[in-house]
């Protein structure tokens, strides 16, 4: 279209860019913005800036956070002698959602995928390993979702793990086969926990 | 939740702000936004501040512009006699997809609805009927949305404009009853444009 103006049509194409977003959702979203106050406009900017700014991972679980520690890390009361793995900071956010979990997590941003080229290296599994050193940890809970890669990645880890004294249990399956942790609801998620088996 | 990333949380309260984003999609946009290359992110946040930075209302039409005049008042090519007058920005937008009208626009941002309290001054009926005064405009085509407020404030600017010696039309109804223009699609919007009636 020759008849545009810009700063609107730029402010749709960013809006169509994102995931699950279509032309139209883009338009009606980018005048959203246009009515919006003026200083709500700039906190909505600034939280995309300050989100890429001040969001790295945690030095101890590879979680995302906002410090050197992120908070469940820095939390004293959380229980120390389990860690949950889990494949990305999302799922962590559903067993956090549960209030159930007290015990540390691990991120491991992504799952073993030799299609994808995705071996253990590409994965924090040497970060988790270095966490297993101190002897604090007795129990590792493989929390990663029901899928083939999910299932091969909790089995790697396990014959991973098993050797270094440590319990290695995994998710029950409340969990629906083939779907999708970050998704599950808060209770099914916790029968899961409470459900957990041994590998 | 105690244990959360502040920035992160921020992002996705701000995204589950837009309509018809709710917190599961807010949380996807979140970590989309977090997954972008940072000059990606702030490509984005810099178009939210642009778009409010740079868009005012078009002198002439009303319209939504980058400028004193919005692109279709500057464009010497369009057709100054023909005036179509619609609710909102997003109809100048449908109507320019269809590439089919060559005319001039007005936006009135807003319908007659007594209900809920805006009359002729809440919209821009002065504007309209200043850019009547000059004689080039000949026709003032109705465009707006097909419902009990579109077809009231249709007739109530048509027995305004027409002891001013200005043929009056109104959309032809290809449009469906109760809909929505800013969605109805391009051939739909091209029929309704060439089977309008005079008022």
Redesign the interface.
Known sequence: ????????V??I??FAR????GR??A????????D?P?EK???????????????RRCSCCQ????GEL???CR?DSRDRTTICVVEA??DV?AF??TKEYKGLYHVLHGLLSPMDGVGPEQLTIKELLARLGSGEVQEVIMATNPTVEGEATAMYLARLLKPMGVKVTRLAYGIPVGGNLE?ADEVTLYRALEGRSEL
């Open positions: 279209m020759a008849n545009q103006v810009l700063p609107l730029k402010l194409e960013q994102l995931p699950g977003i139209k959702s338009q009606r979203l980018a005048f959203h913005v246009l919006m003026k406009a700039q906190e909505f900017a600034q939280a995309i800036l300050d989100a890429k700014e001040k969001i979680d995302l956070s906002d992120c908070p469940v939390d900071p999302q956010m956090e959602r998704f």
